[in-house]
């Protein structure tokens, strides 16, 4: 098992930063995938970006230029950096830890962008 506890939302006004985090405990491999989606209010969850143990990264064409994301191996926890937050950033954050075929969730942190 793999527990994931996030941090780090809030309530941002457009154009504003907030910064993630997320930390993965418990069977921890060496070679995964950590990342997260989002989930605005009646839409699905999607992807926002991914980042896996060698640091390849991938993102959503929304975020792309604006968020980016990494990760410290030592502390098994993965980051994402939010600037030039919209509106349309505001969602539930959910961090994600994938290996071998089996994903972990975490309960979410919102991100609320208003003015």
């Known amino acids: 098992q793999v527990q994931l506890v996030e941090s780090g939302g809030g309530l941002v006004q457009p154009g504003g930063s907030l910064r993630l985090s997320c930390a993965a405990s418990?069977?921890?491999?060496?070679?995964?995938?950590m990342g997260w989606y989002r989930q605005a209010p009646g839409e699905q969850r999607a992807l926002v970006a991914e980042i896996d143990n060698n640091r390849n990264t991938n993102y959503a064409d929304s975020v792309k230029g604006r968020f980016t994301i990494s990760r410290d191996n030592a502390k098994n926890t993965v980051y994402l950096q939010m600037n030039s937050l919209k509106p349309e950033d505001t969602a539930l954050y959910y961090c994600?830890?994938?290996?071998?075929?089996?994903?972990?969730w975490g309960k979410g942190t919102l991100v609320t962008v208003s003015s």
């Open positions: 994600y830890y994938w290996n071998s075929g089996m994903y972990y």
């Open positions: 418990g069977n921890i491999f060496s070679i995964n995938t």
